[in-house]
């Protein structure tokens, strides 16, 4: 099969390999989309958590091409259409026998630190595949984002009529968004660089207000200020969702007194933020992380299955596993909002 190959940091080529053989409780999966997002970018420079050799790629669609042996679900069969929830772990460590298997101590995932979606065929554990009905290929590269953001909304715990700021327009904030309003947030403020991102933010409904920042740095920190002027108080709940450091550094002057402030994105591993902590003693801050997801995919998948969160449209751009250079490229131009690479 063909697949995009790491090496080593930044040092892939596209190469012909084996179809990987698979145990007995696991399923073998043809790829049709593999969704490329920040995290993949993060691999590629040997961030994140990756391992390498490796081929990368965790937001997984495709079809069933063949059962373990030991495989006995009802649900799943040869022939059908199924998505890939990529996070593994070992059940026995510290964490893990204490109820918290995202922090676990051996955690693996697939595109991550094993093998994952970029190439033509895939191998999953058989209770981490999950069945597709209404949503097509493309569409269903988002729900790995999708299961993230439910992940998101359960650390963040809002109660009804939460006003919320999301800093950042990429899939997982359009989400996250949506799934917030759907929850019982009063308010949605997305505030984030303009161009197509915000634009199909604007398409989906996702916010009742969106702050555009222009990419020129002259006017940028009068309009980061304008956030302030307009909305004095702050908010309940802000979610630094751009993975950049610079953002992240400001974001805690929108909070609300007693309010939360989440942080979401995906950084350099140099990444720092420099806090007054007076501020947040005397404000009563709540700082927490949110990182990928565990047991969400069933909930993930059915609100996009449903329609309740829309994500029509939001796949701009697609390229094929030869092109995955390219696809990277336009991943850093910031001219997409989400790409998918697929077989050919």
């Not at 802000?238 to 942080?263: C, D, H």
Request: glycine share 10%; aromatic share 8%.
């Amino acid at each position: 099969m063909q697949a995009v190959y790491y090496h080593g940091i930044r040092n892939f080529e596209i190469l012909q390999t084996e179809v990987p053989r698979i145990g007995d409780h696991e399923i073998l999966i043809k790829v049709s989309a593999c969704g490329i997002c920040g995290t993949d970018h993060h691999i590629s420079e040997g961030e994140f958590i990756a391992k390498f050799p490796l081929i990368p790629g965790h937001e997984i669609v495709g079809t069933i091409a063949k059962l373990g042996k030991d495989v006995k679900s009802s649900e799943l069969q040869v022939g059908d259409r199924c998505v890939i929830d990529p996070s593994l772990t070992c059940e026995t460590c510290f964490y893990c026998r204490r109820g918290k298997p995202l922090l676990c101590e051996n955690y693996e995932g697939l595109g991550c630190t094993m093998h994952g979606g970029f190439a033509e065929y895939a191998v999953a554990r058989a209770n981490k595949v999950y069945k597709l009905s209404n949503l097509t290929d493309e569409e269903a590269t988002l729900i790995e984002p999708a299961a993230c953001a439910v992940h998101g909304v359960d650390k963040l715990a809002l109660p009804v009529g939460a006003e919320v700021l999301i800093l950042g327009a990429g899939p997982t904030g359009l989400i996250l968004g949506q799934l917030l309003k759907l929850n019982g947030a009063s308010r949605i403020v997305i505030a984030a660089n303009k161009g197509v991102k915000t634009e199909i933010a604007r398409q989906l409904e996702v916010a009742d207000d969106y702050i555009e920042i222009e990419r020129d740095s002259g006017v940028q920190d009068a309009q980061w200020a304008s956030i302030k002027e307009k909305y004095p108080y702050g908010f309940d709940a802000v979610i630094e969702a751009t993975g950049s450091e610079k953002i992240a550094n400001l974001s805690i002057q929108y909070v609300r007194r007693g309010g939360t402030l989440m942080v979401y994105g995906v950084y350099a591993n140099d990444a720092l933020v420099h806090w007054s902590l007076p501020y947040i003693f005397s404000n009563e801050i709540k700082i927490i992380g949110s990182f990928a997801q565990m047991n969400c995919f069933p909930r993930a998948l059915a609100y996009l299955d449903s329609g309740k969160v829309k994500v029509k449209g939001m796949v701009t751009d697609a390229f094929t596993i030869k092109e995955y250079q390219q696809a990277l490229e336009k991943l850093t131009s910031r001219t997409a909002l989400k790409i998918v690479v697929k077989p050919a």
